[in-house]
Antibody, heavy 125, light 106 residues
């Protein structure tokens, strides 16, 4: 059973870059038909999709964050990463990595079956 | 962006009650609607996909219905372990968007 684990600093200073890595337990994280997602959750904004890396390399970002976000993958290490620059207090949230099935692939469940446990990131000086 | 509106924001019910949560989308989703359950301090857990398909391992007291813009999650015979916040999410297009959540309490 695939497991995901987020790692990275829990405290980031305003204007700096938030960097998180998601470590997957096996290579199924990059299987055909799946997205590697970053989602965050805060009391103010609720659940917010940040962006996705598709198995074929396509990348999608939330337009509200697009200018500050970079998602990348390292298939050799079964990892993918999130970088969010110029952070402010509004970026304080719990960040989740996840694997989501594509609705265009009939072989997978079109939803997010696998989530990391989440990591809390606070933006503060 | 597709806006997802859930109601009610919270519901208080008794064990054994039927609980109904609604989700309305700002545009036609077909049946590309997902429901999640989130317990305190945990990641969301997939309950229903494609509006009405029950995820493997999810108790049959959970059911989903609807299409287009109006969707419903029903919990038949509420159990103590169902205390959680429930979210809908549209899987039709990016940016993916979630409802604001419905907190189910006893």
């Amino acid at each position: 059973q695939l497991q995901l684990q987020e790692s990275g600093p829990g405290l980031v200073k305003p204007s700096e870059t938030l960097s998180l890595t998601c470590i997957a337990s096996d290579a199924s994280i990059t299987a055909s038909g799946y997205y590697r997602d970053w989602v965050r959750q805060s009391p103010e904004k609720g659940l917010e999709w940040i962006g996705s890396l598709y198995y074929n390399g396509d990348i999608y970002y939330n337009p509200s964050l697009k200018s500050r976000v970079t998602i990348s993958g390292d298939t050799s290490k079964n990892q993918f990463s999130l970088k969010l620059n110029s952070v402010t207090a509004a970026d304080t949230a719990t960040y989740f990595c996840a694997r989501r099935g594509s609705r265009t692939n009939m072989s997978v469940i079109p939803g997010t079956e696998v989530w990391g446990q989440g990591t809390t990131v606070t933006v503060s000086s | 962006d597709i806006q997802m509106t859930q109601s009610p924001p919270s519901v208080s019910a008794s064990i054994g009650d039927r609980v109904t949560i609604t989700c309305r989308a700002s545009q036609d989703l077909g049946n590309w609607l997902v429901w999640y359950q989130q317990k305190s301090g945990k990641a969301p857990n997939l309950l229903i996909y494609k509006a009405s398909s029950l995820q493997t391992g999810v108790p049959s007291r959970f059911s989903g219905s609807g299409s287009g813009t109006d969707f419903t999650l029903t919990i038949n015979s509420l159990q103590p372990e169902d205390i959680a916040t429930y979210y809908c999410q549209q899987a039709y297009s990016v940016p993916l968007t979630f409802g604001g959540g419905t907190k189910v309490e006893i």
